[in-house]
């Protein structure tokens, strides 16, 4: 039974599922490098602060050079039986090689897609989980306490292999760009014919019954009550790479992604001028991940 876990990166998703684990019983050592929000000051006094037998550290910072610099470190740091738990965004080829070379020391490794954004500490995080499954079924105290309420399997899953839960979680990410990028289009549509008055009610009416409600949708709806313009945002929108990665996928594939690739390309041209589509887009992002802005021109 796991009862203490370390997490490394206290951002704005470590220091939420921090609370939610804490909320649920579970001890947690966090360690960052902002020392504000820091339980300890150093990887190394993480690991010391956690019980010595099959340790758990839960990683949560950016994807890329500096996860496998924490990984790496803290492989020299755990001794066999300890499990590192990856939870960023990370392409799922890195896992492989994390999986690898933790193996070398007898670490075991799994690898998290994570869902839920900023809102996730309240309602929980969708996880998606690679790895081997006696890993898996001893960390599930830790799992149970971060996902929504109600059947696990609507909240998680154990995707399959190392890797796998990095691979569902940029599909998950691909659907995520098509389904943002038809709410938002169909924003400009409403807005661009001056027999609909009322868009946010509009938006706002489809909330409930209709075949098009989401969550999303709701956070649209919730973005323009806030600012019924969306003037104080700049329609330029970032992609965060798991967009790229996923027609990547489909084109290694041979699988056809129209929706998802025209998705990705609609945010590449949001950098190339005006559009009130994209202002919607951009609007989504920070209501559901509080993903960075740009701030509108001065008029």
């Known amino acids: 039974m796991v009862t203490h876990i370390g997490l490394v990166g206290l951002g704005k998703m470590g220091a939420n599922m921090r609370e939610r684990l804490r909320a649920a019983g579970i001890e947690v050592t966090g360690y960052d490098t902002q020392r504000e929000v820091s339980d300890v000051a150093t990887l190394a006094e993480l690991v010391a602060a956690l019980p010595p037998a099959g340790r758990v550290l839960w990683v949560m910072v950016p994807a890329g050079p500096i996860t496998r610099a924490v990984v790496t470190e803290l492989g020299g740091l755990l001794d066999e039986g300890d ?3 990856e939870g960023g965004n990370s392409h799922y080829t890195d896992d492989v090689l ?8 007898g670490v075991r490794y799994l690898d998290v897609g994570v869902s839920g954004g900023i809102w996730g500490r309240e309602y929980g995080y969708g996880l998606m989980v690679g790895g081997d499954a006696q890993t898996v079924a001893d960390v599930m105290p830790v799992f149970d306490a971060l996902r929504p309420e109600g059947p696990r399997e ?4 154990h995707a399959g292999e190392v890797g796998a839960g990095h691979y569902a979680k940029m599909v998950h990410n691909g659907i995520e760009y098509g389904l943002m990028q038809a709410y938002a289009e169909g924003y400009e549509l409403l807005e661009a014919k001056d027999i609909v008055t009322n868009v946010p009610g509009t938006l706002k009416a489809w909330s409930r019954g209709t075949v098009v409600r989401s969550w999303l949708l709701d956070l649209l709806v ?3 009550e806030e600012d019924p313009e969306l003037g104080a945002i700049s329609d330029w929108v970032d992609d965060s790479g798991e967009g790229r990665w996923t027609v990547d996928e489909a084109i ?3 699988v056809p992604l129209p929706v998802i690739s025209a998705a990705l390309f609609a945010r590449f041209s949001s950098r190339q001028g005006a559009s009130p589509a994209m202002k919607a ?3 989504l992002r920070q209501q559901f991940g509080g993903h960075a802005v740009k701030p ?3 008029a």
């Open 222 to 224: 919730k973005a323009l």
């Open 252 to 254: 290694d594939s041979a």
């Open 83 to 85: 499990t590192i738990i």
């Open 281 to 283: 887009v951009a609007a």
């Open 296 to 298: 509108a021109p001065p």
């Open 98 to 105: 994390h999986a690898q070379e933790l193996s070398a020391h």
């Open 154 to 157: 609507e909240g998680f899953v």
